[in-house]
């Protein structure tokens, strides 16, 4: 599956503890993650300061279902129970 762009759910929902640039102690699950521009898109996307985590995370039907609105459901809830 491909990202859809502008959805940004994993930049939203998740919680990241890795250091992010500007956002030195990682955030929390449900905090809008500072790289996350106007359109929903990644500044970082594509380049070495990126987390890990995040360059690691692959968009998937059954984490990012159909819609975005869903992909926020679906993290949400996997973050709740993890």
Not at 62 to 81: K, P, V
Request: hydrophobic share 30%; with cysteine; aromatic share 2%.
């Amino acid at each position: 599956m491909e990202c859809r762009l502008g959805c940004g759910a994993c930049c939203i929902a998740p919680s990241i503890s890795s250091p992010i640039p500007g956002m030195p102690k990682g955030k929390p699950a449900g905090v809008r993650c500072i790289q996350l521009n106007e359109e929903n898109l990644c500044r970082l996307f594509g380049k070495p300061e990126r987390p890990k985590v995040c360059h690691q995370f692959k968009a998937s039907s059954d984490i990012c279902g159909d819609t975005s609105h869903q992909a926020i459901t679906i993290i949400t809830e996997l973050e709740a129970i993890t």
